[in-house]
């Protein structure tokens, strides 16, 4: 089987080696929706099947496996920051919050699809700016959905964290996908 993780981030390709399977990365070059175009249920899956779809479509031979977060707090979609203004934004909303962070996994192949969004609950303590502001600096979540890396500094932001699969809160939900490929 020849395994594509279509995906250029470096967190998914991590997690994805703790399987010790043999994959390939290929960066997908789907263009994602945004927020304010569809409901979120529909943006994680849109986004998740989008990327699959386009790199099953160049490598017709593999097996892909995709991946989509998003996080939601107070009913706002929290995407991936971009720049240091948005992440103090986010940080700011979530602070004393909860946040669920939705993370679409997809494992598709010529012969079969499977599609699952797997949630995952973070509990905020109350954040001040000055924290806010040294933990963007010394962390630089700007390419993580809601500003928040629980896999580094951001832990400490937290109260509590609660779901079925910590990895999917990471990017990629390894207890479905192992699930899904049985490696072992």
Not at 87 to 107: D, R
Not at 121 to 132: D, P, Q
């Amino acid at each position: 089987m020849r395994l594509i993780l279509a995906s250029s981030s470096p967190y998914r390709r991590v997690l994805l080696e703790r399987l010790g399977l043999a994959f390939e990365q290929i960066d997908s070059q789907f263009n994602e929706a945004h927020s304010s175009t569809m409901h979120i249920a529909q943006l994680v899956e849109y986004n998740t099947m989008g990327k699959a779809a386009t790199v099953l479509k160049q490598h017709p031979d593999g097996t892909i496996i995709a991946s989509d977060q998003v996080a939601i707090c107070d009913h706002q979609i929290l995407e991936k920051p971009g720049n240091i203004a948005n992440a103090e934004k986010q940080l700011a909303l979530l602070s004393g919050k909860k946040a669920t962070f939705l993370t679409g996994l997809c494992l598709i192949s010529a012969n079969s699809c499977q599609f699952e969004i797997i949630p995952y609950h973070v509990y905020f303590r109350s954040l001040t700016n000055s924290e806010i502001k040294r933990y963007i600096e010394r962390d630089k979540p700007l390419d993580c959905a809601g500003s928040f890396k629980s896999e580094g500094l951001g832990i400490t932001l937290c109260e509590k964290m609660a779901g079925d699969d910590p990895t999917a809160l990471v990017g990629l939900p390894l207890i479905r996908l192992s699930q899904w490929l049985n490696p072992l």
